[in-house]
Every structure is written in C-alpha cells, then in structure tokens.
Nanobody, 123 residues
Framework: QVQLVESGGGLVQAGGSLRLSCAASGSIFSINSMAWYRQAPGKQRELVAV???????NYADSVKGRFTISRDNAANTVYLQMNSLKPEDTAVYYC?????????????????WGQGTQVTVSS
C-alpha cells in the first residue's frame, strides 16, 4: 500500500513563507507526476502546482512567481516552497501522486492523495 505523509503546514502572517513536504512510502516502482492541490472552505479543490518525473512544472496563475514546486525522485518526495503568502492562500493543501507504478513492466497505474495539511495566512 502507498501512503503520502505531508508536513510543513501552519499559521503564518501575510508576506511570510512556508515549505510543505510530502513523502510517498510503500512498494513504489516509479511516480509520473507529483502535485499540490488546495481547498479553501466553501470552494472546490484546485491544482496549485505539478511536477513531472522529468522536472517539468506547471503552476496556477494565482501562485506563479511566489510558489516553487520541486521533487526528490530518489526519495519519492515533493516539496512546495511558498513565499509572499497572502490570506487568500489559506486552505488545506493536499499532496497528490499520479501515474504511480508498483512494479516494472506493463500494468496499472494509480493515483494517491495525502491527508491534507492546513495552511493559514493571517492579514
């Protein structure tokens, strides 16, 4: 079974920084993409940033220039460096892994979610 364990959330003042981490553990052969989503109260879950195994990245327009996603393929870990935080960044942040292969060769690919970590930005 694959588990995603997130850490790094918390309370910060506007303009501050936080770094989220998410480590995937279990019988993993490879992971295609790793991403961060967020969900604010009363809103739908939205993609914040995604990074492929090759290092290609994509960001939501609202976080471009402030957030940076990175990953350590050997450790199956993804990070989200969040700078210049704004109150509107307040949400539960979820780690996501997609295209997860549990063994070499052809076979199913899976998607997993973390349990979420709260980020609160005060004005």
């Amino acid at each position: 079974q694959v588990q995603l364990v997130e850490s790094g959330g918390g309370l910060v003042q506007a303009g501050g920084s936080l770094r989220l981490s998410c480590a995937a553990s279990g019988s993993i052969f490879s992971i295609n993409s790793m991403a961060w989503y967020r969900q604010a109260p009363g809103k739908q879950r939205e993609l914040v940033a995604v990074i492929t195994s090759g290092g290609s990245t994509n960001y939501a327009d609202s976080v471009k220039g402030r957030f940076t996603i990175s990953r350590d393929n050997a450790a199956n870990t993804v990070y989200l460096q969040m700078n210049s935080l704004k109150p509107e960044d307040t949400a539960v942040y979820y780690c996501n892994t997609d295209g997860v292969r549990l063994q070499a060769g052809p076979g199913a690919r899976y998607r997993y979610w973390g349990q979420g970590t709260q980020v609160t930005v005060s004005s």
